[in-house]
């Protein structure tokens, strides 16, 4: 769920929060070149990072059939509350159970609501 809160700082800020679904989540981080060229080459450049980025999705969809079950079996859930806005807070918690990693889900978007950020597991995140 996304959660629209002001922070300490009274910056708006919107965060994500709930169970971890995928194995992990694949981030562009701009690897594209930039420049102004007409013979073809940087476009060419260009191809390459969006390849790499489109294999760390595959990937991350494999892993995921793999990381799902064994969630599932184990009963151990992650639950994840970071910044989509201010991309250093990130908090990350397993817990036993998925009524209860879906019930520390609600808790923390309340406390983001709230406070800013999540309060009462902010130590162990």
């Known amino acids: 769920m996304r959660v629209v809160a002001k922070d300490e700082a009274g910056v708006w800020a919107t965060w994500r929060v709930g169970r971890r679904r995928l194995a992990w989540r694949p981030d562009y981080k701009g690897w594209a070149i930039d420049s102004v060229d007409t013979t073809g080459i940087v476009l060419a450049l260009n191809?390459?990072?969006?390849?790499?980025?489109?294999?760390?999705?595959?990937?991350?969809?494999?892993?995921?059939?793999?990381?799902?079950?064994l969630r599932a079996?184990?009963?151990?859930?992650?639950?994840?509350?970071?910044?989509?806005?201010?991309?250093?807070?990130?908090?990350?918690?397993?817990?036993?159970?998925?009524?209860?990693?879906?019930?520390?889900?609600?808790?923390?978007?309340?406390?983001?609501?709230?406070h800013g950020q999540p309060q009462a597991t902010a130590a162990g995140a």
Not at 108 to 113: F, P, R, T
């Open 73 to 114: 079996t184990t009963s151990k859930w992650p639950v994840v509350a970071y910044s989509i806005t201010i991309g250093d807070r990130v908090y990350r918690i397993d817990v036993q159970g998925r009524n209860a990693a879906n019930a520390l889900a609600h808790r923390w978007a309340l406390e983001i609501k709230q």
């Open 47 to 69: 191809v390459i990072p969006l390849a790499l980025y489109l294999l760390n999705w595959i990937a991350a969809l494999v892993a995921t059939t793999i990381i799902w079950p």
